[in-house]
């Protein structure tokens, strides 16, 4: 006996082609598929979940729910500021669906990949559309780009740095390394100035010179550099970093 439900296309594809070739008058090895998968919906095991955490008080969220192929363990995935003793609550769902259960805590990231949901951009959410893992974003990358440091503009839904400001690092690094930084001292077609700002992917620059008031924009295979920026530290950046 074959039960089929909630079950992904690919899966009720596969069983159905299975139960076609059983049928067929080619010599084929017997195939006895007796499977019964869980009758109850995801949702009503994350609203059961929910339910049982608030009666039993406990700090953490559900976010989530999953089956295992044969049905006989149910997955659940849990956000929480700490760690939780959960024994109580997965006794009372094991009672209650008559199946193992297992609590999975996950980050807040990884919550908003589950759950899905738009961004500023006006797309859906990077990491539920393609990114399969989450690599290292800091405070550091929006400077070099010239983004606003203000960690309310640059986050996401999540609360963490937006995953983006990663997409395009490597060229900002590329060009870094063959561009004057601000403040350096450099030699120019019209003498030697400060850089005072910079355009990376203009790949211009703008220089001040002592006995002029305007500062000049060069290219900046125009300019070469005759002596270190001084880069002053901020200590403000570190407590962003992710």
Known sequence: MVIIQ???????????KILYFSHT???????????????????????????????????????????EFDGSKIIIYFTAPERVDFRELVKDLAAEFRARIELRQIGVRD??????????????FCCSRFL???HPVSIKM????????NPVKISGTCGRLMCCLNYEQNVYDELLKITPRVGAKVKTPQGNGTVISVSLLEQKVKVHFEDNDAPIIFDCCDVRT?????????????????
């Not at 909630?6 to 159905?16: A, D, E, G």
């Not at 919550?111 to 006006?122: H, P, Q, T």
């Not at 929006?142 to 440091?149: D, H, P, T």
């Not at 005759?226 to 901020?234: E, F, K, L, S, V």
């Open 6 to 16: 909630h079950l992904t296309p690919f899966v009720k594809y596969l069983f159905q």
């Open 25 to 67: 008058p080619f010599p084929l090895p017997k195939i006895q598929v007796d499977i019964v998968v869980c009758k109850v919906p995801v949702s009503q095991v994350v609203e059961t979940a929910k339910n049982e955490v608030e009666k039993l008080g406990l700090t953490m969220k559900i976010t989530g729910a999953e089956f």
């Open 111 to 124: 919550e908003a990949k589950m759950l899905g949901g738009i961004g500023i951009c006006g797309q859906p």
């Open 132 to 134: 399969n893992d989450f």
């Open 142 to 149: 929006a400077k070099e780009q010239g983004l606003s440091l």
């Open 226 to 242: 005759i002596g270190r920026a001084n880069i002053p530290q901020n200590d403000e950046i570190d407590k962003f970093e992710e």
